[in-house]
């Protein structure tokens, strides 16, 4: 059965729950196959909303599996992003990714970190030089005349990156993709998101990797009390705060299933998660960025500060 939706800046519609694409590392052309599968099994449980990107390496079975599977396209919902060397160049990138979906349109393009990289020396351009992300914002706006993507947006943009992009957009972004799960639950910047009409996308909704919310007492309690599973429960937390939609990933056909099916907290279990963050040490990250934490105090070569983004996360 196909999730329930939310209604854009721009009028359009986003499924609430959607299906992550991220396999762990970049894939391979003609190595996707697990991908594929995954995507296939996704819509077959009834999945609408697929997220993927440039640089996750899979765009192109992502696509495949959305035509082989014969549900009419206009009923899916395909998010794909802007890599970061490509800032200077978004025509040619997104035109790129639309042929490798090759799927007509697509509903969402994100940029999918703030940071820029030149493409040449491959080193990440500071926050004031060329492309800026006003700057790669207006080439974004540019998109939209074209009418192959529905909607735009931005992936990890902070409270002050929003406010800096606003200086000089036309446009408002329709989404920011961010973490976001009760260990990192994003209280201002949904905040602030609501006042400005922006959808927020939450990744990592469920931590990665044995990940320790899933194993929270009150959580496993409550998916005990409502017969549900401690995702489905944190998958429900996420949306019903409003103005949210998640992208957990899954290639387990019977978790597919699961995470599809959120159902209603009362307002007693919603307050209860919403606090788990204020209990010693589990105000945190649980999202693994690779090498993009190597040089403590920074992620992807942008300083914390340079990123509007707490250091207490990695404390």
Known sequence: MPSATDKLNNGLTIPVVGLGCWMGAPGKA???????????????????HFDTASGYGNEEAVGA????????????FVTTKLGGSDHGRVAEAFEKSLELLNIGYIDLYLIHWPQATNPETKKVVRPDEFPTINDTWAQMEKLLAGGKVKSIGVSNFSVPLLERLATTSTVTPAVNQVESHPYHPQFELSAYAKSKNIHLTSYCPLGQYNSPILEEKIVKDMAAKH???????????NVQRGGYSVVPKSSNPTRLAQN????????????????????PGKYKSLCAYQSGLNVPGSIFGWTFEEMGWDPKLWA
């Open 30 to 48: 003609g190595e996707n196959e697990e991908a594929k599968t995954m995507v296939a099994n996704a819509l077959k449980a009834g999945y609408t």
């Open 260 to 279: 599809l099916a959120t159902f209603e907290l009362s307002t007693e279990e919603m307050s209860a998660i919403s606090k788990l963050h204020e209990e």
């Open 227 to 237: 017969d549900k599973t401690p995702g489905q429960v944190l998958l429900s937390w």
């Open 65 to 76: 599996a959305i035509r082989e599977s014969g549900i009419p396209r206009e009923t899916l």
